[in-house]
Nanobody
Framework: QVQLVESGGGLVQAGGSLRLSCAAA????????MGWYRQASGKQRELVAR????????NYADSVKGRFTISRDNAKNTLYLQMNSLKPEDTAVYYC????????????????WGQGTLVTVSS
């Protein structure tokens, strides 16, 4: 059974930082590309960061480029998202998932979604 458990969200002021974690179980984590998505209230879910299985290639949405960093620890089956210089428009529920193609801007998620972790950035 696949489990994706996100954590690390919270309330932060604009300009602050947060580090999100995603613990994965039931998948061959070290063999699969992973991504972070977010969904703001009333908007579609979007893929904001993605990484190849080995971690050698990363890609970011323009809206977060230069501020967010995706990383992974394959020994711990854990994916991370370091978020710096946060803006109010980063407010959303953040989800992780395995993705079909780490080079595609709109890569499809492969598994059922976890509960996500809420990030709220105040101005």
């Amino acid at each position: 059974q696949v489990q994706l458990v996100e954590s690390g969200g919270g309330l932060v002021q604009a300009g602050g930082s947060l580090r999100l974690s995603c613990a994965a179980a039931g998948i061959r984590f070290s063999y699969i590309a992973m991504g972070w998505y977010r969904q703001a209230s009333g908007k579609q879910r979007e893929l904001v960061a993605r990484m190849t299985a080995g971690g050698s290639i990363t890609n970011y949405a323009d809206s977060v480029k230069g501020r967010f960093t995706i990383s992974r620890d394959n020994a711990k089956n854990t994916l991370y998202l370091q978020m710096n210089s946060l803006k109010p428009e980063d407010t959303a529920v953040y989800y992780c998932n395995a993705i079909s193609n780490p080079l595609a801007v709109t890569a499809a998620a492969l598994y059922a979604w976890g509960q996500g972790t809420l990030v709220t950035v105040s101005s």
